[in-house]
């Protein structure tokens, strides 16, 4: 069965520095990896996937992922974080094979200090 | 071009009663989900159909059922609710190219 988990319920980091969010995945197959951000109150929206081609995957508002496949992780970046990051942001995982189910990690809420 | 629609955004029920969340997607997208964010839970699929006249369990399917109405709707019914299932429900879409697309939300509480 597949599972995702993001290390870490809650980031801080200071406006301006480096964001990391972690997430590893288990999969017997080869999967597909998402982030998806929830802004307070709304819906999910997609930052960013990971489907086969490239490993090192760029995104919407300056983030981008790496499929390390000795690692099994899918970590999220940004060079320099912005007030208007502070959100939730979830890691997915779905089979390559049966790619219809979609699994979400529990979420990492990341503050951003002035 | 609406994109997922869900309603009501807010319910409130009593221990036993039943209600239906309403969603539908303007698309032409062939899957659809139903999730549950709880606090620290993040998102958990209660039911999915990956077509039109198709339904499957996910992981979280208890004290749930669902309709596939046509490709459009697919609505999330509680039979006697219970104040475990006080949450905030997501419907969502999914493209050809595996992104999902949510809606707003709705947001139950069962005293």
């Known amino acids: 069965a597949q599972s995702v988990t993001q290390l870490g319920s809650h980031v801080s980091v200071s406006e301006g520095a480096l964001v990391l969010l972690r997430c590893n995945y288990s999969?017997?197959?080869?999967?597909?990896l998402f982030w998806y951000v929830q802004y307070p109150n709304q819906g999910l929206q997609l930052l960013l996937k990971?489907?086969?081609?490239?490993?090192l995957v760029k995104g919407i508002n300056g983030f981008e992922a790496e499929f390390k496949k000795s690692e099994t992780s899918f970590h999220l970046t940004k060079p320099s974080a912005h007030m208007s990051d502070a959100a939730e942001y979830f890691c997915?995982?779905?089979?390559?094979?049966?790619?219809?189910?979609?699994?979400f990690g529990k979420g990492t809420r990341l503050h951003i200090l002035p | 071009n609406a994109g997922v629609t869900q309603t009501p955004k807010f319910q409130v029920l009593k221990t036993g009663q039943s209600m239906t969340l309403q969603c539908a997607q303007d698309?032409?997208?062939?899957?659809m989900y139903w999730y549950r964010q709880d606090p620290g839970m993040g998102l958990r699929l209660i039911y999915y159909?990956?077509?039109?006249?198709?339904?499957d369990k996910g992981e979280v399917p208890n004290g749930y059922n669902v309709s596939r109405l046509n490709k459009r709707e697919f609505s999330l019914r509680l039979e006697s609710a219970a104040p475990s299932q006080t949450s905030v429900y997501f419907c969502?879409?999914?493209?050809?190219?595996?992104?999902?697309?949510f809606g707003p939300g709705t947001r139950l509480t069962v005293l």
């Open positions: 159909s990956a077509s039109e006249g198709t339904t």
């Open positions: 969502a879409s999914r493209d050809r190219y595996n992104e999902q697309f």
């Open positions: 990971y489907t086969s081609a490239a490993t």
């Open positions: 999969s017997s197959v080869p999967p597909y």
């Open positions: 698309m032409n997208h062939n899957s």
């Open positions: 997915a995982v779905s089979d390559r094979n049966r790619d219809d189910k979609i699994i």
